[in-house]
């Protein structure tokens, strides 16, 4: 049994390398099958770009599309509602202050006009048969005071007559009483008159004084309306440039609506539109500059517009010194906006790849040229021609910089051929 024992123990010992050897390949297999899976497309190095990273100097700068406008444009409107009879003006043609540009109608105005006219002309005549009759009134008042006149002085010598012989016992008692009572009546009568002259005067003064109120206020409602009229002929708000116009004849035009605009040619300005990535550092006051005819003009950034609009927001630019001989609106400069000043950084070329990745990785080629693969890194600033890289790369490597849609979402690009760098 001894014997047997020690016999089994030396076979084992003797195996025990091979063992080994073979629990570490599959050890190997299994980490190339399962612990190397990575998404990975071969593809030709040639059908795209590589770019090799580099230190340099960035120029903060972004290139941006600008369209020359005036400076002010006014809007072209109507100040009453009114039918199109006539287009003076054509568009682009040069107006002046007060110019018609579009002349209109209005029926309704037109017979508002009859309507206040006879108004006015019937009120005209109710005031000059009023004040003829009132001055009949006061011309029989006068004649009937002239005639209590005479009839007091008759009165009241009959009266003082009559009292004499009273006193003298020479007439009747009868006879005094009745010349009395009728010379103290005719007073009465006197001031009676007097009082309605004077009542009738104030009377027609606040008559006619209201009627001429009434009659001053149709006239000027007649103005108005007359100004109103005036008014259906669309005039230039100011000189300068007729823009748009936007009628044609016979169409009816409401009060206040939009018919065109006028530019105002006293000066120009710049508008432009800027990706929505650079609103936090675009802000009134940066210079920017371009070129026009082998001249450098140079522009101030005036206005930054809050809204973003299809991913992009409106700027506009004045002029900070000689405007570009020729000028006209709708003309498009390439300006240069500065954004900052410049220093030195790890720049890479600008490309496709950024439209896919936003920045946040790039394929990076292997020293040997055989293959790429997927790399975090950052990209701080950008302008026409770098991207500044502030993690991820270092100078010398070089990455692929052209369009990754063929890519899918591999993460190992094997080449189909090396790529030769020398």
């Given at each position: 049994m001894d014997i047997k024992i020690e016999h089994k123990n030396k076979i084992r010992k003797k195996h025990i390398p091979y063992i080994l050897g073979g629990v570490f390949v599959l050890l190997v297999i299994a980490w190339a099958a399962?612990?190397?899976?990575?998404?990975?497309?071969?593809v030709d190095p040639r059908m795209f770009t590589i770019s090799t990273v580099e230190t340099n100097?960035?120029?903060?700068?972004?290139?941006?599309?600008?369209?020359?406008?005036?400076?002010?444009?006014?809007?072209?409107?109507?100040?009453?509602?009114?039918?199109?009879e006539e287009i003076i003006a054509e568009e682009g043609s040069t107006v002046a202050t007060g110019d018609v540009v579009v002349r209109l109608s209005n029926s309704n105005l037109t017979m508002q006009i009859l309507d206040s006219e006879a108004s006015l002309a019937e009120k005209e005549n109710l005031l000059r048969n009023t004040m003829v009759s009132m001055e009949q009134q006061k011309l029989d008042l006068q004649q009937t005071r002239l005639q209590l006149d005479l009839d007091l002085e008759r009165k009241e010598r009959t009266y003082l007559q009559n009292k004499r012989l009273y006193d003298e016992k020479l007439i009747s008692n009868e006879t005094y009483l009745q010349s009395k009572e009728d010379y103290?009546?005719?007073?009465?009568?006197?001031?009676?008159?007097r009082e309605?002259?004077?009542?009738?005067?104030?009377?027609?003064?606040?008559?006619?004084?209201?009627?001429?109120?009434?009659?001053?206020?149709?006239?000027?409602?007649?103005?108005?309306?007359?100004?109103?009229?005036?008014?259906?002929?669309?005039?230039?708000?100011?000189?300068g440039q007729l823009g748009s116009l936007d009628v044609v004849l016979g169409q009816t035009i409401s009060e206040g609506s939009r018919m065109g605009e006028i530019n105002d040619l006293s000066d120009f300005k710049i508008e432009s539109s800027l990706d929505e990535h650079y609103i936090d550092r675009v802000i009134?006051?940066?210079?920017?500059?371009?070129?026009?005819?082998?001249?450098?003009?140079?522009?101030?950034?005036?206005?930054?517009?809050?809204?973003?609009?299809?991913?992009?927001?409106?700027?506009?630019?004045?002029?900070?010194?000689?405007?570009?001989?020729?000028?006209r609106t709708g003309q498009s400069y390439?300006?240069?906006?500065?954004?900052?000043?410049?220093?030195?950084?790890?720049?890479?070329?600008?490309?496709?790849?950024?439209?896919?990745?936003?920045?946040?990785?790039?394929?990076?080629?292997?020293?040997?040229?055989?293959?790429?693969?997927?790399?975090k890194i950052n990209i701080s600033r950008q302008n026409p021609q770098y991207y500044e890289v502030t993690e991820g790369l270092e100078p010398g490597e070089r990455v692929i910089t052209s369009s990754y849609d063929n890519f899918g979402d591999n993460e190992l690009l094997i080449f189909t051929r090396n790529i030769n760098y020398e």
């Open positions: 399962f612990g190397n899976n990575v998404p990975t497309l071969k100097t960035f120029n903060d700068y972004v290139r941006i599309t600008g369209q020359v406008r005036p400076v002010t444009t006014i809007q072209l409107s109507p100040l009453e509602r009114g039918r199109v103290e009546y005719t007073i009465k009568r006197y001031d009676l008159v309605r002259q004077t009542q009738d005067s104030i009377y027609r003064s606040i008559q006619i004084l209201n009627m001429e109120e009434s009659l001053e206020s149709m006239r000027r409602n007649m103005k108005m309306i007359r100004e109103r009229v005036a008014n259906l002929d669309v005039k230039a708000p100011v000189s009134a006051g940066l210079e920017g500059t371009f070129e026009r005819q082998n001249q450098e003009y140079g522009v101030l950034l005036s206005k930054v517009y809050p809204d973003v609009k299809g991913g992009q927001f409106k700027v506009d630019f004045r002029f900070t010194g000689e405007r570009p001989e020729n000028i390439y300006i240069n906006l500065q954004l900052g000043q410049s220093s030195e950084g790890i720049l890479i070329p600008r490309g496709s790849f950024y439209q896919k990745t936003g920045g946040s990785w790039i394929f990076v080629v292997t020293p040997d040229g055989s293959r790429a693969y997927k790399r």
